[in-house]
């Protein structure tokens, strides 16, 4: 009994789909390459500009703010309802 708790509780938290967690590595992977990139050019010439500063903490607040987690788990209910429905109706 237990154990299908867990499994539930952990079940829900987690992106259901391969496409979606592929899509949330895809965009953590290339903000983190974007962010260091900019952070080793800063660190090797020191001439990274005020706006691409910005742009490097945009990025950075972009990931670890709970939008794009939202954003996610917004888009992984919405497509759970339209395939229950799709299969409802055949």
Sequence with gaps: ???S???AK???GK????WMAKLWHLIHIS???VIT???FL???TNLVSFPLRQFANSIQELLI???LYVVMGLLNKRLKIDISEKKLTK
Excluded: C, M, N, V
């Excluded at 992106?15 to 391969?18: A, C, F, G, N, V």
């Design 65 to 67: 703010s709970p939008a």
């Design 31 to 33: 903000g983190l390459f």
């Design 10 to 12: 952990r079940a829900r």
């Design 5 to 7: 708790i867990t499994r």
């Design 42 to 44: 800063d660190w090797l």
């Design 37 to 39: 990139t900019i952070g």
């Design 1 to 3: 009994w237990r154990r």
């Design 15 to 18: 992106l259901q789909d391969k």
